[in-house]
């Protein structure tokens, strides 16, 4: 392997905690950041943020936060965008990392050569290219708008929820919001109380979760006892009915998976404003025609807005897909993380688990961070892991039968996950098992 540094894309959570780890076990490395600073989607300002202004975190700050770098105290539960921006800049202060990085600066192409990879960027001051001993890519999972097309012509203003930023877009409008995962539903709600009118699609039912259960933070009840997957799914559905109550009595379809089998949606919010009539509930979009869409049941409805919160595609612009070992709608990587032929290429952050949180994409970093030290020393626990990622592999869904969509290609089970991601760091020195 070459003693070049690596390029590193992206300064995000996911990449500033590889920039943290590869400080750490000396490896060498350089930056790439489009934004002015750090902070990826988190920063509303940021070219690709997807934030909106009543963004808040989903999971609460006690499961999602590094480890080794809490949030303050007196950080709300469910922390806003601009908190979490604050932190990762405070995370790179603490660190030290902001000097590692280019900023302003767009990847444009990463390219093999040999034993070392060409990389072009462009900045203010123009085009550059560099030699790098590999490419570390974490520029993020939801910058690329999942956009579907649609039978007929719509005439009032259609857009991707990433183009949603604040309520004025919303103002005195008949709106109709497309998709109920957690964007959607958040900006239902914000219609609720600055649109004219309020339409929620929903083409296939979710599973509500509550953000607060007995007055706690939803993902901090319970864990302490381990339970099979079957009994784990009967205890929370009962809890869950507890606080949720049965939502297909309110008008939402019925879920065609079982608990944990796609991403929950946590929000009480939309829940409450459906019940009480705020939210007209309505099934798939079957045409547009002018500003009247057609629904599959057959009813039909004039709106001035759509926006569709149909989620993202997983984008890496700056490189040939056929490098990415790509199975389906996500590259198909050992851990999620390392490719199975390459050592030089490395793809961070593609990864999802209820209550992974960043500390477990820390993990995720500290694996690759110390693979490649050890693959450099000669270490056997790096070259056992390179012969086993090169015979084949599963994703660790833990026997989990996840939901065929782009955004669960690339789920995994969160104990499955970290146990295996511990275990390997351990063996590569570290000295710590989180599990």
Known sequence: MSDRPFALIGAGPMGLAMAK?????????????????????????????????????????????????????GTPDYPAHHVLRDYFRDFAEHFDLRRHYRFNAEVTHCTPNGDHWQIEWRDGE????????????????????????????????????????STDQLRGKRVLVIGGGNSGCDIAVDAVHHAQSTSLS??????????????????????????????????????????????????FPEPDHQLYESHPVVNSMVIFHAGHGDIDLRPDIARFDGKTVHFTDGTATDYDLVIAATGYLLDYP????????????????????????????????????????????????????????????????????????????SRLTGGMDYVDLPRMAYYVDRATYRRAVTTRIKALGGGNDRN
Request: charged residues 20%; proline residues 5%; negative net charge.
């Open 202 to 251: 929903m083409r296939r039912g979710v599973h509500f979760v509550p953000k607060y259960v007995f007055g706690k933070p939803a993902d901090t009840v319970g864990g302490a006892i381990k339970l099979p997957m079957w009994l784990k799914r009967r205890v929370d559905g009962l809890i869950l009915r507890w606080f949720v109550g049965d939502a297909q009595r309110l008008g």
């Open 21 to 73: 780890t590869l400080t750490e076990q000396g490896i060498a490395f350089e930056g790439f950041e489009l934004h002015s600073d750090v902070g990826g989607l988190w920063d509303i300002s940021a070219p690709r943020s997807t934030m909106y202004d009543s963004a808040h975190l989903i999971s609460s700050r006690t499961t999602t936060e590094f480890a080794d770098f809490p949030m303050p105290e």
């Open 126 to 165: 123009g085009t550059h290219s560099g030699h790098y001993a590999g490419v570390i890519i974490a520029n993020g999972t939801l910058s690329e708008p999942n956009m579907p097309s649609f039978k007929g012509q719509f005439d009032g203003e259609l857009i991707h929820s990433a183009a949603y930023r």
């Open 318 to 393: 700056f490189i040939d897909r056929e490098l990415l070992n790509w199975q389906g709608p996500a590259p198909h990587l050992f851990l999620n993380c390392l490719h199975p032929e390459r050592d030089d290429l490395f793809v961070m952050g593609m990864v999802e688990a209820a209550g992974l949180g960043w500390q477990g994409r820390h993990e995720q970093a500290e694996l690759v961070a110390r693979y490649i030290r050890g693959l450099r020393e000669g270490s056997p626990a790096a070259a056992a892991i390179q012969s086993e990622k090169s015979k084949g592999f």
